[in-house]
C-alpha cells in the first residue's frame, strides 16, 4: 500500500502542491497523513499516525526530504528505522528523489543529502538573521507586515464610528476580513492594539 505523507513549511503553508504531487504518485487522498507544525515542532501527530499505520511491504511517499524529519538526526533516525521494518521511502522531488534506503548506497546519499538539507537551512537561517540585524540598525523592525496602512486606520476608525457603516463592506473595500478589520478598530471606531502600532501611537 501507498501511504503519503504531507507537512507545511514556513515558506509554504499550503498542503495543494504535495497533495497533488502525492496523489500523482498514486497515493489515495485518504492515505495521506498531514501536520501544519513547522519542522522542527516536536508534536506531529500525523507523522506520528502515518508512521503507525505501515506495514512491512508498504511504500511511504514524501514529496520532499526535508518533509520527514525535525533535524538531521531525526530525518535520518525514521528513514532507517522505516528500512527496519520493510517499508520503502519514496521521495519524491529534490536532493534525495529515487534513493533506496534499504542499500548500503541508499543510506549513504540520504545522510549525504540531509546533511546538505540542514546545511542549507542553517545558511538560510544565519542569512535571515543577518537581514533582520542590518534592517534594524537602519532603524526597521523584521516581522510580519500590517495588513492596513495608517491611512486605512483612520478611515476605518472613522467609517465605524458611523452606525451607517456595515463592518463586512468597509472590510470589503479595505481588502480585509471582518476579523482582521476588527484587529484594528473596534465596532465603534476605536483603536485597537493593531491599530496603535501602525499609526504609532
Sequence with gaps: MRIGYARVSTAEQSL????????AA??????????RASGAAE???????????????????????????RNLSHLIETA?????????????TGAGAGLDPSTPEGRLMLRLFAMLAEF????????????????RA????GGRRFALTAAQVRLAAAAMKSKETEPDELAKTLGVSRGTLYRYVSPDGELRDYGRRVLKI
Excluded at 498514486?26 to 501536520?35: H, I, L, N, R, S
Excluded at 500525523?46 to 524529519?69: K, N, P, T
Excluded at 532507517?80 to 519524491?92: D, F, I, K, P, S
Design 80 to 92: 532507517e528505522a522505516l528500512a527496519a521494518r520493510g517499508v520503502v521511502l519514496r521521495v519524491l
Design 16 to 23: 495543494d502542491l504535495q497533495r497533488d504531487a502525492l496523489q
Design 43 to 69: 508534536a506531529r501527530p500525523g507523522l506520528e499516525a502515518c508512521l503507525r499505520a505501515l506495514r512491512s511491504g508498504d511504500e511511504l511517499v514524501i514529496w520532499r526530504l526535508d518533509r520527514l524529519g
Design 120 to 135: 542549507e537551512r542553517e545558511i538560510l537561517r544565519e542569512r535571515t538573521r543577518a537581514g533582520l540585524a542590518a534592517a
Design 26 to 35: 498514486g497515493v489515495a487522498p485518504d492515505q495521506v497523513y498531514e501536520d
Design 138 to 141: 537602519r532603524g526597521r523592525k
